[in-house]
């Protein structure tokens, strides 16, 4: 990062961005790419530019877009969104089928379907090509746009070993982050086709994102790519590790049960106590994680965390559970 040879991406190119930025698109099959503050700002930006005020989307109803983007789509874009209830994120083309409006002075106008893959509420669940392919295809089909929020798309990719661009070639923009497993500090790519980049980069000036020398971060996920994108695996090896301690306590119920990916969620019986106190003994043992219902609690695997650590979490994990269980007996 210290040696990042940089410019000023605000009045023309920074040419460490402008590298990320073709790695990016190269990866995603896309002609071109555009380097953001976050993930947020790539998802909301994506959206605002296949969109007019008045414009409806559809997503699932525990999208990150939806959810935990504080509605800057209603906010800062005038759009609706039109949710639709998943299974774990995963939504099926019959689903939308109903969804779209018909053209009418009264109503919105359908004009965009948004994906999440791998599904952050989704416990890091892959959306099945298949149907993310038969979705784009009836979205085509009804001159309906398609964005993908990538933000663990990394992921999906190395689990399957189908390449992002497999993933991508549905959709006309694709957000991914750096910031993630990755472990990049700062930073997200949106990508699509050169006038839609063009768009973006004009919204992105107008939502307060563009970086003058941004290369110093842009070099950070060059790093991230070329050094932390192989060991993605280890981290979905090391949440199935602490999937299989869950499953063998009592009191613990993995949502779901699959484990595509790096994040386990699990719902404690309430004989235990809630998920806040649950959470705080962990942390007692060094362990942390995110309270993501009452019950819930929600674990991530990300390369700061070593396989003697994942080891030590599913000890601390089997033995809070044990102590709690005793306790309620
Ligand atoms: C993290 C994340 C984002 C982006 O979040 P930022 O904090 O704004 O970078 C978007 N979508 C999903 C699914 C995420 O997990």
Redesign the pocket.
């Known amino acids: 990062m210290a040696e990042a040879v940089v410019g000023d991406d605000v009045i023309d190119i920074d040419p460490t961005t402008r590298q990320l930025e073709e790695t990016t698109a190269a990866m995603l099959g896309k002609e071109a790419a555009l380097f953001m503050p976050?993930?947020?700002?790539t998802?909301q930006i994506g959206i605002r530019v296949h969109c007019q005020p008045g414009d409806e989307f559809l997503c699932e109803y525990q999208s990150?877009?939806y959810l935990?983007?504080q509605g800057a789509f209603a906010q800062l874009s005038q759009l609706v969104a039109h949710t639709v209830h998943g299974e774990f994120g995963v939504l099926d083309v019959e689903q939308l089928r109903p969804c779209l409006r018909m053209e009418s002075d009264h109503s919105v106008r359908t004009r965009l379907v948004c994906l999440?893959n791998t599904?952050?509420r989704g416990s890091g669940r892959i959306f099945p090509l298949d149907k993310m392919t038969a979705i784009s295809d009836w979205a085509r089909q009804h001159g309906l746009k398609m964005h993908l929020?990538g933000?663990?798309l990394w992921n999906a990719a190395v689990a399957t070993n189908i390449p992002e661009k497999t993933w991508a070639a549905g959709f006309d923009s694709v957000?991914v982050?750096f910031?993630?497993g990755l472990g990049a500090p700062v930073g997200?790519c949106l990508a699509g086709s050169e006038e839609f980049i063009r768009r973006a980069r004009r919204a992105r000036k107008l939502f307060g994102g563009g970086m003058r020398q941004s290369g110093i971060l842009a070099a950070a996920a060059l790093y991230a790519l070329e050094h932390q994108y192989r060991r993605l695996a280890e981290d979905h090896t090391h949440a199935r590790l602490l999937a299989n301690s869950i499953g063998k306590c009592e009191g613990l119920s993995l949502l779901p049960d699959q484990i595509d990916t790096n994040i386990v969620i699990f719902r404690i019986d309430p004989r235990l106590g809630t998920a806040a106190n649950f959470l705080a003994q962990l942390q007692t043992r060094g362990v942390n994680g995110l309270v993501t219902a009452p019950q819930n609690l929600r674990l991530v695997t990300h390369l700061d965390v070593a396989k003697d650590q994942i080891l030590q979490a599913c000890h601390a994990i089997e033995g809070v559970a044990q102590s709690l269980c005793q306790f309620s007996a």
């Open positions: 976050s993930g947020t700002m998802n990150h877009v935990y983007e999440e599904h952050n929020d933000a663990r957000s982050c910031s993630k997200s």
